[in-house]
């Protein structure tokens, strides 16, 4: 079955630092890989995905994450974070072909990110 | 702008209680999605419906049905709510066939059963 692993639950970076939020799925296919942010209070926004193509993907808000197929992991990185980064990053894997309205996505339990100024 | 709306951003029920939660989105998307956010879990999917009257079971659909009588509505009934289901509820929506599969989200309804 489909899974993913985030395996840091809370990260603290001070502003300016560089971020890097680990993820792990389990997949016996080639995964469709996202990674969602939710700020305090708000629903679940994409920050970017991966299908195929370049395993370097970038995304919203300064965001990239990059595909190592070898390691089944889907890093989230940026190289300098801000305060309003502060949230919580979910990272999730399409399970099914993802072409039919049936295809589900797996979230993982997601890594709070706190900032400090 | 794209938008997913719920009925309610707090509620507080009691135990027994008949629950509804409202979900519409204003996008003409055929997909529509309830989850359950819980702190350690991420998001786990209740039921999801690919088109209006049609829905399919998620992985925890149980305590749950749901209701999709027009495309931009997408209702979670609770029948006897239990404190169990105390969580925050996610509503999305997805377009058919989209090349980017993107959900959109609301905001969340945070439900507490007392």
Request: charged share 20%.
């Amino acid at each position: 079955a489909q899974s993913v692993t985030q395996p840091d639950i809370h990260i603290t970076v001070s502003e300016g630092a560089s971020l890097e939020l680990r993820c792990n799925y389990s997949y016996g296919a080639t995964p469709y890989l996202f990674w969602y942010v939710q700020s305090p209070g708000q629903g679940l926004q994409l920050l970017l995905k991966y299908f195929s193509g370049d395993t370097l993907v970038q995304g919203i808000k300064g965001f990239e994450a990059e595909f190592k197929r070898s390691q089944s992991s889907f890093n989230l990185r940026k190289p300098s974070v801000h305060w309003s980064d502060a949230a919580e990053y979910f990272c999730a894997v399409g399970a099914g072909a993802m072409k039919t309205s049936y295809d589900k996505v797996i979230f993982g339990p997601g890594t709070s990110l706190s900032v400090i100024p | 702008d794209v938008k997913v709306t719920q009925s309610s951003r707090y509620l507080v029920k009691r135990t027994g209680e008949k629950v509804f939660l409202e979900c519409v989105q204003d996008m003409d998307h055929e997909n529509m999605f309830w989850y359950r956010q819980d702190p350690g879990l991420g998001l786990r999917l209740i039921y999801f419906s690919y088109d209006v009257k049609m829905k399919e079971k998620g992985d925890i659909p149980e305590g749950y049905s749901v209701s999709r009588e027009k495309k931009e509505r997408f209702s979670l009934i609770l029948e006897s709510a239990s404190t169990n289901q105390t969580s925050m509820y996610l509503c999305a929506s997805r377009r058919e066939w989209a090349l980017n599969y993107e959900q959109y989200f609301g905001p969340g309804t945070r439900l507490t059963v007392t």
